[in-house]
């Protein structure tokens, strides 16, 4: 269950300086914060790519492991970086021969369907092995 946070800002069609929270209020929601805990991350940085960095630093305060299979970039052993499956904070599936997984974890990507019904159907589990 999350807390819902609403937003105090609303963007400004007439003054384009002037950024809704929205962001703001959802992070805090998310995360369980009052909205004062969490920046502004837009209105504080006027151009866009600064609001997502203010966001990406802001999150690596937060250490959550998703229990979904997720995405999982980082170093490898190598000495390049690397793209494994990962669940719950723990390796499942390394593509690489060697199975040696990841050095660190530096970014996670969490793939969602927005049309689930669009999606193909869903190879089967491998039980050859």
């Not at 006027?46 to 250490?63: L, V």
């Not at 980082?74 to 499942?92: F, I, K």
Request: charged share 20%; net charge negative.
């Amino acid at each position: 269950m999350i807390t819902k946070i609403k937003q105090t800002k609303f963007y400004n069609p007439d003054d384009k300086t002037v950024h809704g929270n929205c962001m703001q209020a959802a992070v805090a929601s998310i995360l369980g914060l009052q909205l004062d805990d969490v920046p502004d991350f837009f209105n504080e940085h006027q151009e866009a790519p600064d609001g997502w960095h203010a966001f990406y630093d802001f999150k690596k305060d937060y250490q959550f492991h998703p229990d979904v299979y997720y995405l999982a970039y980082g170093d490898s052993a190598r000495g390049c970086r690397h793209a494994c499956v990962y669940r719950g904070g723990e390796l499942v599936h390394d593509p690489h021969p060697s199975n040696a997984g990841l050095l660190n974890v530096i970014y996670i990507h969490i793939l969602c369907a927005i049309d689930p019904s669009a999606m193909r159907s869903q190879p089967s589990e491998d039980t050859s092995s």
